[in-house]
């Protein structure tokens, strides 16, 4: 029980620190992390074949000990050949040298399967007694020796290879070459004390320093570039107000607030631009762009304390809230008068048209919308109506 619980112990730390990485679905592009999840699949194998080991160990039970013993080695071999397959893809090398490490590797793996095999006919890396005693055998400590040796070549690699980089790519290699001299130093451990769990211990510090130095950056680095990514897709790109695709994510926001009876006061303006068809078909595109773009301005300069967003050709949406809400109609007056004088000097035309939220009957931010929609339109209906008595 006692060797359990340090094997154990690993277990849950190595869940908590890397489950997330475990049980996600990495994509084709995802190569080098999924050989990394793979790695640490192989440690978590490790792991459970190892609390196995303590408990069986003392239940005396020498059929299922023997077993696991067997399954111990080789998840040990696995885990190794798993470590430096993950390594090679991670530095992007095809030299000779990641080649001649790979198969050294692969070759480890292989003959300690086919020593395993040897080992159940005729004992050469361990046996049991009667009693459930264990004895550890020259073609383990002959592995575990191979197994320094190319940890320390690992380390080696990596760690010459991180001269030539700089800032936190250096960091990432020094730290790759850091957690094989690790892993080396607890086998030596493991080696000289049979009985005691320093090569899980090793592989819980060795996958530890990774997850701090290398995963923890690779994950900052990719928030920063999804979040560049997500900035651009947030931003229209003509009128540099909120996107679509701002408004689609800001409607489940207010909907989930509306269920939850967590907000009181807001209100939503519908805008929508007039002749912008017609701007486009007598005066071109480019006088239609800088007409939306005029349009939206408009918008901006009078509901300045609200979020904007184009949410169609030429739609677009206000969330009023604070200064905003409390101005809301003085503003939408102001806003109105504004497009009046804009159809006699010929700036821009926009209806809106605004609603606001009554806590006792609406349970959707859609509803609240259609209202406002519907005003609008009222109002784009009363702007053509004045054109066409203008014209008469």
């Given at each position: 029980m006692y060797y359990a619980s340090f094997g154990l112990l690993a277990a849950v730390i190595h869940l908590i620190i890397n489950g997330e990485i475990l049980f996600r679905n990495y994509g084709k592009d995802d190569f080098v992390w999924r050989r990394y999840r793979s790695f640490l699949g192989g440690v978590m194998i490790f792991y459970v074949a190892d609390i196995l080991w303590g408990f069986l160990f003392d239940l005396k039970n020498v059929p299922l000990l023997y077993t696991d013993t067997t399954v111990f080695f080789l998840a040990m071999g696995l885990s190794l050949f798993l470590w430096m397959r993950f390594i090679v893809s991670y530095v992007n090398r095809k030299s000779i040298t990641s080649k001649i490490l790979v198969y050294s590797v692969w070759a480890l793996f292989l003959m300690e399967t086919v020593t395993l095999i040897i080992n159940l006919f005729r004992p050469i890396m361990f046996s049991f007694d009667e009693t459930g005693e264990y004895f550890p055998l020259s073609a383990r400590y002959i592995f575990l020796g191979l197994q320094i040796i190319l940890f320390l070549l690992i380390s080696g690699y990596t760690l010459v290879l991180s001269v030539s980089k700089k800032g936190r790519e250096a960091i990432h290699y020094r730290a790759i070459g850091y957690s094989g001299i690790t892993m080396a130093l607890f086998i030596i451990l493991q080696s000289k004390y049979p009985f005691a769990p320093f090569y899980s211990i090793g592989c819980l510090l060795a996958v530890c320093i990774i997850h701090s130095h290398v995963e923890v950056d690779q994950r900052i680095a990719i928030s920063h570039e999804l979040g560049s990514v997500k900035q651009m897709a947030y931003k229209d790109p003509l009128t540099s107000v909120k996107s679509v695709n701002a408004y689609t994510e800001v409607r489940e926001v207010?909907?989930?607030?509306?269920?939850?009876?967590?907000?009181?006061?807001?209100?939503?303006?519908?805008?929508?631009?007039?002749?912008?068809?017609?701007?486009?078909?007598?005066?071109?595109?480019?006088?239609?762009?800088?007409?939306?773009?005029?349009?939206?301005?408009?918008?901006?300069?009078?509901?300045?304390?609200?979020?904007?967003?184009?949410?169609?050709?030429?739609?677009?949406?206000?969330?009023?809230?604070?200064?905003?809400?409390?101005?809301?109609?003085?503003?939408?007056?102001?806003?109105?008068?504004?497009?009046?004088?804009?159809?006699?000097?010929?700036?821009?035309?926009?209806?809106?048209?605004?609603?606001?939220?009554?806590?006792?009957?609406?349970?959707?931010?859609?509803?609240?919308?259609?209202?406002?929609?519907?005003?609008?339109?009222?109002?784009?209906?009363?702007?053509?109506?004045?054109?066409?008595?203008?014209?008469?």
């Open positions: 207010f909907d989930k607030l509306i269920q939850n009876k967590e907000i009181s006061d807001f209100g939503i303006a519908v805008f929508d631009v007039n002749d912008l068809k017609k701007v486009n078909d007598t005066k071109g595109h480019d006088e239609g762009d800088k007409y939306l773009k005029d349009s939206c301005m408009l918008i901006c300069k009078i509901f300045k304390h609200s979020p904007v967003f184009r949410i169609g050709g030429d739609e677009f949406v206000a969330i009023l809230e604070g200064e905003d809400y409390n101005n809301r109609d003085a503003l939408l007056q102001v806003f109105n008068s504004a497009v009046d004088e804009n159809k006699k000097s010929g700036g821009p035309v926009v209806a809106g048209g605004l609603a606001t939220y009554q806590s006792d009957t609406d349970h959707s931010f859609e509803e609240i919308f259609q209202r406002a929609d519907a005003r609008m339109y009222e109002r784009k209906n009363k702007l053509k109506e004045s054109s066409a008595g203008t014209k008469q």
